[in-house]
Each structure stands twice: as structure tokens, then as C-alpha cells.
């Protein structure tokens, strides 16, 4: 990761042809656009890749959670569950649709654990998010099932984990839909953007009027001005030049991710010198998109004299535990109820006590694992000295 690192003639080129028509955005100018539709192309080859029906491209991939969730019918009142290991985008969403965020641990996916799950949902959840944490799968299919049983819609965070696979199905479309980011540091980038994907008509036809102010783009003698509108929506449009730079990324993926596998079968190799350390478990090792490198040690202070060893070398990786954008303890502005309103929303509403107070000690057995947890990022082009001197680092460490 990133997919810049293979911008070529390809990006540009597609990138030109939305410059020589001179139409940015996305809808309409039939005429002065001679057929390039670049967005909507962008997401027919997407639904395609994941062999799904549906996909609606958005600003980005926490704009394609709150679509979701909105097209979901999720809102004040809601509970909606998801892990305590993962981009605050995803809480964040949740929250600013008025409804509830529910954290459960995770186990030794980094995912969440199917079993804490069970003991979170109540007569309130509404939908239950799983988040495929650095490019690997969650335990998708026991998660499915059990929202089944009570009949919970599934919203799959896949923002890490485009191209990734459990058993040959592309994560993303083992729930009720699955949400995707391509910012500047995913394995595929248009700069800024996500996707939402389903295979279900009706919802993705109220993502696709939800993230355009409500329009429901069905073809009327009034153009652009004269499209109906079934509820209120917002903007969260993809431009042009963004589907343009999808559609050479897109066709680039599947070579990314196997140069990715190339590197972490390497590292793989490395860390099986050190004594007591573990791989993170997947569901599909063959599914993995290998977007990050994740290893446990046998115990924090094992992982700290191993990491330190590491940052002397120069290879430092990273501990999520002390991360303040991706793991639960870190969040003080959640704890905080931290807002811009001066009502309080959504922490407060209408001036009340607070909806819900967070303990940051609530996740225990998630803390116990983060803290031996160390992760690499993977590049998709690694110097082969470099790659080699990383790998002599992690090995020294066998000693430490």
C-alpha cells in the first residue's frame, strides 16, 4: 500500500478523457461528454470485480458508511455494533446519524469476536458492523449468521480490505452490503472515495438517492431539474476525475495485492525465528489482500523489547495500542463527548443528560491482545535490499 506507487500512463489517460470533455461531475451534459461516464463506469467494473450487482461510488469511505447506514433506515434511538479495533470513521458515522455505537472485542483475527458479539446485541441494535481490519477477514460468516437469527442487517467495513477473499468470495458481499475507502493510503486510491456494494436493488437505489440530495435519477423531460425526490438526501457525490483514476486502479489490484503477498510471505518467514511469536489468525490466509503484516509477541513487555529492538534497527513497526485513531482506550473525544454543538449532539439531545457514557477499560481481553500486537504496513514496491534488511531486523530479534 498505496496504489500511487503505480500511477502510469493508464491513470492519466483515463484522467484525460474526462479533461478533453470538460464535465466534472457526474451526472448529465450528455452532450458535451460523448458518452464518458467515468463514475458510473468505475462502478459497474467494481460490482463486477466483487461479482455482486450493485455499487454506488461516494466522497469516501466514511461517506459510504453513513449512506449506508441511512439507506438502512438506522437513526436516533438505534444501537448499532461494531469492534473496538478500527478507523474512528466508523463510530463516527454511526454517531452522526443520531444512533448509538456498540463496541465488542475482538479476537486474534484484530476482528470482531463473534462471541462478545452475541452478548451485545439487544432489542435496540439495528444493524452490526464487523470491520475487516487490515486487509484480512473478520469471522464473516458466524457474524452473518448470527444477525440472521434475529434478523439484523449486516454492514461489512471493508475500507482496508478491497480484493480480499474468504473461501473465493470478495469480502464486502457476505452481508446486507459492504462499504469501501479509497483514500490516499489504500491499496487502490482515487485520492479521496469509497463505495458502497449489495446485491439488493431497492437498497442500493436509496444509497444512489441518498448521496445525491434525494434525486431519484430516473429519466424525465426536465433533466436535471426536473428529477422527483422521495426523501431528503445529501452530497456525496464522486466526481469524474476520481471514477477516472478507480478505473486504472481497479484493473490494478490484483497485481498489487500479489506483490503485497510477496513481501509478507518474506516477513512471515522472518518472524518465525522469534521465539513465542504468532501470526494473527485468519479465516482464509490464501484470502488475505496482505495490505498490512500482523504478529503477536508473548506478552507486552516481550512486544515492547522486540519493537524497541526494531526502532534501533530502523524498522520500528506499529503498536495499535498506542494508536489514537484506530483503538478504543485512545479515544478521549469519545470518552470526552466531545462536540462543536452547543446542544451537545449526539452526545446530548435536547439538552439532556448524556445518551451513553463509554468506559475506556470496557474491551480488557481486546487490550491484551493489541498491546503484543505489532503491524507492519506493506508496500506494493519494496526495494529488494531494503526488503532484505528488514528481515535480518525482525530475525535479530529472535534473541531480544
Known sequence: MPGFEVFGEEEKKEIADV???????RYEFAEQRKGIYKVKEFEEKFAKYCKTSYAQAVTSGTAALKVALMALGVGPGDEVITQGFTFVATWEAILDIGAIPVFT????TLNMDPKDLQKKITEKTRCIVPVHMLGSAARIEEIVAIADKTDIPVLEDTAQAAGATLKGKHLGTFGTCGTFSFDSVKTMTTGEGGMVITAGERLWRDVSEYQDHGHDHLPNPGARGGEGRNFIGFNYRMMELQGAVGIAQLAKLDSMIEAQRKTK??????????PGAKLREMPDESGDSATFFAFMLTDKEHCR???????????????????S????????????????TNSG???KAHGEKRRVVYNPELLPRSAAIMERALV????????????????SAITSAATI
Open 19 to 25: 479533461l478533453e470533455t470538460g464535465v466534472l461531475f
Open 105 to 108: 472485542e475482538i479476537d486474534e
Open 265 to 274: 510471505k518474506k516477513l512471515m518467514e522472518a518472524v518465525a525465528a522469534i
Open 305 to 323: 523489547r522486540v519493537n524497541s529492538h526494531l526502532k534501533e534497527k530502523g524498522f520500528g513497526a506499529i503498536n495499535f495500542s498506542e494508536n
Open 325 to 340: 485513531w484506530h483503538f478504543y482506550p485512545q479515544w478521549e473525544h469519545l470518552f470526552n463527548g466531545s462536540t462543536l
Open 345 to 347: 449532539w449526539p452526545f
Open 376 to 391: 507492519y504496513p506493506i508496500p506494493i514496491k519494496m526495494d529488494h535490499e531494503k526488503l532484505e534488511a528488514m528481515c
